[in-house]
């Protein structure tokens, strides 16, 4: 177990049982956040499309008309998933490719 481990193992073994629940926590509200994103985008019948979820990212395929859209509502949407002691933020890059939009 933990207790017989030693050094820089034991460090490791600690850092991991500290971050699974926050990882766990993470792939939750990411989750939460990809159907809550969808259901709008459906019930808005817009024409973007949720193509890509890269570790806490999510990607679009956005036509130009509905970028504005995009970058006011999806980080509101995104935010709005739970409720936490500290605010949950999104952010929204733009771009011709996923590279290009960090």
């Not at 809550?36 to 890509?52: F, H, N, P, S």
């Amino acid at each position: 177990g933990i207790q017989s481990a030693k050094g820089a193992q034991l460090a490791g073994l600690e850092r991991a049982a500290i971050n699974a629940p926050m990882q766990g926590t993470a792939a939750d509200l990411i989750k939460l956040s990809m159907n809550k994103v969808q259901q709008v985008l459906d019930d808005e019948k817009r024409a973007t499309k949720m193509i890509m979820q890269v570790h806490d990212e999510l990607v679009f395929e956005v036509p130009e008309n509905e970028v504005d859209w995009l970058k006011n509502e999806i980080p509101r949407l995104m935010a709005g998933v739970a409720e936490l002691k500290v605010p949950l933020l999104a952010e929204v890059g733009v771009g011709p490719n996923w590279d290009k939009a960090h």
